[in-house]
């Protein structure tokens, strides 16, 4: 596991992780890489907050082009 993290996978459902991933494809878009594989998620911190306002962090390295970036994410129930 990379340092600092918790825990392998991720806290967001189905839902989130597809919409999160789409906005992580144009992040990779932007540093110049078009073609993005494989995500390893890490979740940084657990959960905390009231229920329906919950924050955490999570690290998704996505391979692609050769590369491997670290995308640090901050989920926020709303």
């Not at 991933?21 to 890489?33: D, N, Y």
């Amino acid at each position: 596991m990379p340092p600092g993290a918790v825990k392998h996978g991720t806290m967001a459902n189905a839902k989130l992780i597809h919409d999160t991933q789409t906005g992580v494809v144009g992040k990779l878009a932007s540093l110049g890489c078009d073609r993005p594989g494989d995500i390893d998620r890490y979740v940084l911190t657990m959960p905390s907050g009231a229920p329906g306002r919950k924050t955490w962090k999570e690290l998704w390295i996505v391979s692609g082009c050769n590369q491997k970036y670290p995308i640090t994410i901050e989920f926020a129930e709303s």
